[in-house]
């Protein structure tokens, strides 16, 4: 069974949005064992829009469409399938209620733009979509299925869960493809191929496949194969972890700071940061999962000189002596982060994000990192690139792996 | 002229990875006057590979295509490239010689897989990679240009800089179409629709276009038209402005904090933040500008209680009476932050980000943002969603626009 996307909106080709909807439906899709074999973007062109439907369904059986159903006229997608798959729109008088309903909630006034959102398509099956206003359409034709979806993430996914995918996973069944990820942080990808070179021949030979996955500062590694070898798959990527040693920080899909959360509250143990050059995003990683409250007490973001003597009891002579991107600062800040908030164990940041304030000794992209526990205090000097987002996210990735290498080794 | 992309990489139609090289890209194609048509996202499949470079040279004068030229197994794209181009594979010394430089830099033994990089299709023009070690292929045959990148997103943007932007603007000059936008923040795309219908009629009818861009909390509104009409485009941009009134923060595609930080640098004036449910996000937001230690001293993310009373000063007996999601926090969290920082203005959030922790009184998405300067403090209470994600990121994009009217109006 084959499934396309078909991603519409100008704003997409322009630039101005980053397609996350696809990668957010093309996991969705895997998951529910459904095989994802193509994204197209196009314009909100009627033209490009028929085009691109034709394409799709004679290639797929499952076409997903988002986007281009909002209540203004640049948005043309209900009119463009209603000419394609040869019907009319008629008013949903249901649909129309749910609408009425959703403005009276927010207390705002009904527009007829909105009403009309109510006009749907005769030969369309209505998904709900309690979200916003522009409801989702099932279309079934010569054993095609066409859905056409909101292009607002959160209505989409919404949508995705409580209709589509129980909906597709009926009537197609689970794919036959079985995968798991072993996820790396530190090292680069020709160095981990050349590290897990014979392994990788024989599971190549025994049928299994193997990809690298790249990102700044990791490499998730995904071990599949078919289905029938489920078992081949999760031994060999058990295997792999030992392979790899220490540089794995997990198997499956979570994220460092979800992993690190688990560990900690595992452990009952709390933790503060004290962020310089990653300027917040530390602590955005970590809070950004659910429940962190039970681990994380909170940090300073001492951006400024002051902050840093000030709130954080770093010394003024050493910043005099050695700037503020050198080892006792970071040492300085992650103590001083420990004591101020009583966490068990403390992380810092002190660098040059860039693009400018490199010197020769610290060019830009030089980050110490420091962590502080009950076991004493120490840093680590890293030089990562030239990019300052980059440098930011590569940094805050490389503290939070610190602590949990210390939470595994106990150094 | 046509421009399509075509992202190769089973990551991305497996949702491990989104394609943010496709929005970069088409942001850049817009800018140098190249219209790009079409994205297509395909699997690391040779066949898969073929036809879609059949397809799109067929339809576009510029493919660019990136991923799939890593070290590794699975990446087969300069293999089928040869294939699609009818030419084979020879070794390149000056690249060979790059390639080993770029590793002894580094400090790090060359492997075999890395020499092999140096392995290039005879038909094609290599583009230097001083980022990495996966050269860039410019092919040319029967008027259409073909040009292979790294997927690495920046080696593939250097790339992009340094050789194919100007190349394809020498060769195809600057395209037809100009644009521009007006950002608004905090009313919705069909209420803005309701109010600015008058003038939207009159520009279609003068052949100009208009595009909603509705992302969480946000709604950008591009004017554009054919470059014979640039002055018209910048006429209507101008009046649609100042019809929306306060709701726009800026014409241009400068983001909020940029917007922002400009003002308080050209005003001399100093920021910090106290962040509870937003955890950091908002200082990223802050410091991801380049430039902002000019006028961002720092903050402290009080996430659990402890740190709201100690570092922050805010009164315990508040927090028992009425729980910390309430006016007061709010308040004396940015004037304790103030205090502590020395700021000339102070932003803070309290709130329930979720999915846990709602109460009847304070449902999931309940967020209070506190204000405090010279001219005294203030706190706004906000409803926002279920997700807390979009949660965090509205209530962080929501308090830097409360600053940014404070700096507008005075209040």
Tied chains: 1, 2.
Aim: proline share 3%; net charge negative; with cysteine.
């Amino acid at each position: 069974m084959r499934a396309e996307i078909i991603s519409i909106g100008d704003e997409l080709l322009l630039g101005q949005t980053v397609n996350t909807n696809a990668a957010w439906m093309g996991r969705a899709l895997h998951e529910a064992g459904i095989s994802l074999q193509q994204v197209i973007t196009i314009t909100d062109n009627r033209e490009h829009i028929l085009s691109a439907l034709k394409e799709c369904t004679e290639r797929a059986d499952v076409v997903l469409v988002t986007g281009g159903l909002g209540p203004t006229r640049d948005d043309i997608t209900k009119e463009t399938l209603c000419s394609f798959f040869n019907t009319k729109l008629v008013r949903n008088e249901d649909v129309l209620a749910a609408i009425r309903e959703y403005f009276s909630e927010k207390g705002i006034p009904v527009l007829p733009a909105n009403e009309e959102q109510a006009d749907l398509p005769e030969k369309a099956d209505i998904l709900h979509n309690p979200r916003g206003t522009a409801m989702g359409m099932w279309f079934e034709e010569y054993n095609k299925v066409v859905v056409s979806m909101p292009g607002v993430p959160h209505e989409m996914e919404g949508m995705m869960r409580e209709h589509v995918l129980p909906r597709l996973r009926k009537r197609f069944g689970n794919g036959g493809f079985y995968y798991e990820v072993v996820q790396t942080i530190g090292v680069g990808e020709s160095r981990i191929a050349h590290s897990i070179k014979d392994w990788e021949d024989r599971i190549r030979a025994e049928g299994l496949s193997l990809a690298y996955l790249p990102t700044s500062g990791m490499v998730r590694l995904r071990v599949s194969g078919p289905i029938e070898m489920k078992d081949n798959v999760s031994r060999e990527a058990a295997r792999l972890e030992e392979i790899l040693g220490d540089i794995v920080f997990a198997r499956g899909d979570k994220g460092i700071a979800e992993v690190l959360g688990a560990m900690l509250r595992e452990r009952k143990m709390t933790l503060s940061v004290a962020e310089s050059c990653t300027g917040g995003y530390l602590s955005e990683m970590i809070t950004a999962i659910p429940g962190s409250s039970d681990y994380f007490l909170g940090g300073v973001v001492s951006y400024h000189r002051s902050l840093k003597s000030d709130v954080l009891g770093v010394d003024d002579a050493v910043i005099d002596s050695e700037t503020a991107v050198c080892e006792k600062v970071a040492v300085q800040m992650a103590e001083g982060v420990r004591k101020l908030t009583g966490a068990d164990v403390a992380l810092s940041t002190t660098g040059i994000a860039g693009p400018d304030g490199g010197t020769a000794e610290n060019p830009v992209g030089t980050v110490w990192i420091g962590i502080s526990s009950a076991s004493g205090s120490r840093a680590e000097r890293f030089t990562f690139g030239r990019n300052r987002l980059r440098n930011i996210r590569v940094a805050s990735l490389y503290a939070l792996n610190m602590l949990r290498k210390h939470m595994v080794t106990g150094s």
